[in-house]
C-alpha cells in the first residue's frame, strides 16, 4: 500500500492561545517562540472569537484551547477555528483527567489532546510539529478528494460505489443520463440491478475476476427506464479503506452503443463492398473466359503457322489475368493474391493446352508470399511467358521433363527462378536481340517489377530475376 508523502512543518507557525492562566499563559508562550513560533495569547471564549475572527490578522496555523474558561464552554470557540477557511486545527488543553472530556474533543475533530501535566509545555512544540504535518497532508487529502469527486460528477460515464455485499451507497449523475434512472432512486438496491438480467453472471465474474485482473473490461447490456437496451464496458475495482475492513465495490460503465452501432454499420458496408467486389473479379474472368474461347476458336480456323501461333499465345496470355480475378473471388482477403496455388494452376493449365500433358512434371517451391492486384498481374504473365517459353523449345520431339518454380524472399527483392531440365538454350543466344515477342515482353515485365532476367543454359535452362517491386 502506497504512503504518503512526508510533508515537513512550516519553518514559523501563528499560534493562538486561550488560556485563563496568566502565569501558564506566559510560560507556554516563552517555550513556543524559543521553538519558531508567534504566539497571541487571549484569556477567554469572547477575546479568542475576536482574533478568529479579525480579517486584518494573518490566519493562524493552530488553536491551543484551554478547557476551563472564564467566559463558557470552549466548545464554541473550537466550532469558530474550524470553521475559518482555510480550517484552524484545535489542540485541545486541560488540566482534568475526566475521559469524558477527551471523548468529546476528539468526537468534535480536535486535532490533538494534551494533559496539563508538569512541564506540559515542553510537549506543545512537538505536538504543534506533528499537528502542521497532519494539517498539510489533510490539505492536500481534500484537495484530491474534491478534485475527484468534480471529475466524478462531471464525467459522462456512470461510476457506483456499493459495499462488500453489493449494496449501492453512491451513484454519479450519469446514471440518469445513461439509464433514465434518478441515481437516488438506485441507493440501497443490489448493484446487479443496474444490468441486464442475462447479464448479471458476467458482472459477478468481473468481481471475482477483480483482484487478479483489475485492468479486465466487458460489455454488458443495461435496459434503460424507456425500454431500450444500452451497450456499457464495464470496469470493477475494489477498495479498501482501512486494513481489516471489508472492501468497496466499484462499477464504472462507459456507453458504448452508439459506437457498436457504428461499428456494425461499418461491417455491413464492408460486407455489401466485398460481395460487390467479389462479383466484379467474377465477371472480369468470365469475360477474359470468353475472349480466350473466342481466341482459341480463331485459333482452329488457322493453318499452322505464325498466325496461328500469335493468337495461341495471346490466349494463353488472357488466360494468365483470368486465373489472377479467378482466385482473387475465391481468396478470403480480396485485396491480395497467394501465390502457390495461383502458380500451380498456371502451370497446368499451360501443359493442358499443349502437347506436353503427361510427359512434363511440376516442381514448385514457393514461400507464402502474396500479391496486390496491381503486382498480381504483370507477374502472373511474366511467369506465363517463361514457362511458355519452356514447354516449346525445352523438349522437343515428345521428350519428358520437370520444370522448377521458384519464388523466395531475399533482402530487399522477390527472387523468381524458373528452370528446366531440357536441351537448354541455343548457341549465341541473346533474349534481347531476338525476334521472339514472347522474350520481349518477359523482358519488360520484369523490369516493371523493378528487375532484369537472366538465362543461364546449364544442365538444361535456368531464368531468374529478382524483382524489387513486389
Request: proline share 4%; charged share 25%; with cysteine.
Amino acid at each position: 500500500m502506497s504512503t504518503l508523502p512526508e510533508v515537513p512543518a512550516p519553518a514559523l507557525s501563528r499560534v493562538l492561545l486561550v488560556e485563563d492562566d496568566a502565569g501558564t499563559a506566559e510560560l507556554v508562550r516563552r517555550k513556543l517562540i524559543r521553538a519558531g513560533y508567534t504566539v497571541d495569547t487571549a484569556p477567554c471564549v469572547k477575546d479568542g472569537l475576536k482574533a478568529l475572527t479579525d480579517k486584518a490578522e494573518k490566519a493562524y496555523d493552530v488553536l491551543l484551547l484551554d478547557y476551563m474558561l472564564p467566559d463558557g464552554q470552549p466548545w464554541e470557540l473550537a466550532d469558530a477555528a474550524q470553521s475559518c477557511v482555510p480550517e484552524v486545527p484545535v489542540v485541545f488543553v486541560t488540566g482534568m483527567s475526566n475521559e469524558n472530556v477527551a471523548i468529546e474533543a476528539l468526537r468534535r475533530g480536535f486535532a490533538d489532546y494534551v494533559k496539563k501535566s508538569e512541564g506540559f509545555w515542553d510537549e506543545l512544540p512537538a505536538v504543534l510539529e506533528r499537528v502542521a504535518r497532519l494539517n498539510r497532508i489533510k490539505g492536500r487529502l481534500d484537495e484530491t478528494s474534491a478534485l475527484m469527486g468534480a471529475i466524478v460528477e462531471h464525467s459522462s460515464d456512470l461510476v457506483a460505489v456499493c459495499t462488500g455485499e453489493g449494496c449501492l451507497v453512491y451513484l454519479s449523475p450519469a446514471c440518469y443520463s445513461l439509464l433514465g434512472v434518478p441515481a437516488l432512486e438506485m441507493i440501497n438496491k443490489p448493484w446487479t440491478e443496474l444490468v441486464h438480467p442475462e447479464d448479471r453472471a458476467a458482472l459477478l465474474s468481473l468481481l471475482v475476476n477483480a483482484q487478479n485482473n483489475p485492468a479486465q473490461i466487458t460489455t454488458l447490456r443495461c435496459s434503460r427506464r424507456d425500454g431500450a437496451v444500452a451497450l456499457m464496458e464495464a470496469r470493477v475495482a475494489l477498495l479498501q479503506a482501512t486494513a481489516g475492513t471489508q472492501p468497496m465495490i466499484v462499477l464504472t460503465l462507459h456507453d458504448v452503443t452508439e459506437q457498436r452501432e457504428y461499428e456494425d454499420q461499418m461491417q455491413a458496408s464492408l460486407r455489401e463492398k466485398e460481395v460487390l467486389l467479389r462479383e466484379v473479379y467474377h465477371r472480369v474472368k468470365n469475360n477474359l473466359q470468353v475472349i480466350q474461347s473466342l481466341l482459341r476458336m480463331r485459333a482452329r480456323t488457322l493453318p499452322e503457322g505464325e498466325a496461328k501461333e500469335a493468337i495461341e499465345t495471346t490466349g494463353e496470355r488472357v488466360h494468365a489475368m483470368a486465373m489472377v480475378h479467378e482466385r482473387l473471388y475465391q481468396m478470403k482477403d480480396l485485396a491480395s493474391l497467394e501465390l502457390e496455388g495461383y502458380l500451380r494452376d498456371m502451370f497446368n493449365g499451360a501443359v493442358s493446352s499443349s502437347s506436353a500433358l503427361g510427359r512434363i512434371l511440376l516442381d514448385l517451391d514457393c514461400e507464402g508470399i502474396s500479391l496486390t492486384l496491381d503486382r498480381a498481374i504483370p507477374f502472373g504473365l511474366l511467369v506465363n511467358e517463361l514457362l511458355s517459353n519452356s514447354l516449346k523449345h525445352a523438349f522437343p520431339n515428345g521428350r519428358s521433363g520437370t520444370i522448377g518454380i521458384s519464388v523466395r524472399r531475399i533482402e530487399g527483392a522477390v527472387r523468381l527462378t524458373i528452370t528446366d531440365n531440357g536441351i537448354g538454350l541455343p548457341a549465341g543466344f541473346e533474349p534481347d536481340k531476338g525476334n521472339s515477342m514472347g522474350l520481349k515482353l518477359a523482358i519488360s515485365l520484369a523490369q516493371q517489377l523493378g528487375g532484369k532476367l537472366e538465362f543461364v543454359s546449364e544442365n538444361g535452362c535456368r531464368m531468374q530475376t529478382d524483382l524489387t517491386r513486389l
